[in-house]
């Protein structure tokens, strides 16, 4: 019952800007840690970034300084917002709660991809 649907990827350029949303049923985003994770060509899933209950947010060293992770709780929203944008972002993104939830219930995922 517990789903989460990812949206906002796309194709685009290096130094390029793009905005992800997470739309989650089935539980209260009000009481868990949100999280977006992401999994590029022949690599394992790694978490990006993290948000708390409070809103205080936390990124991986990769991201740090270049993506910004906030939520709606009101919505059971949660987005990531991608600047400066390289090649070794190329990845499909995904949203969940940290720790994940559980592995029947990852989500499709939105596609990024980065030209060349």
């Known amino acids: 019952q517990v789903q989460f649907v990812e949206s906002g990827g796309g194709l685009v350029q290096p130094g390029g800007s793009l905005r992800l949303s997470c739309a989650g049923s089935?539980?209260?985003?009000?009481?868990?840690?949100m999280a977006w994770y992401r999994q590029g060509p022949g690599k394992q899933r790694e978490q990006v970034a993290f948000?708390?209950?409070?809103?205080?947010?936390n990124y991986a060293d990769s991201v740090k300084g270049r993506f910004t992770i906030s939520r709606d709780n009101a919505k059971n929203m949660v987005y990531l917002q991608m600047n400066s944008l390289t090649p070794e972002d190329t990845a499909v993104y995904y949203c969940?709660?940290?720790?994940?939830?559980?592995?029947?219930?990852w989500g499709q995922g939105t596609q990024v991809t980065l030209s060349s």
């Open positions: 969940n709660t940290s720790p994940p939830w559980d592995s029947r219930n």
């Open positions: 089935g539980l209260s985003f009000r009481i868990r840690v």
């Open positions: 948000i708390r209950i409070n809103g205080n947010p």
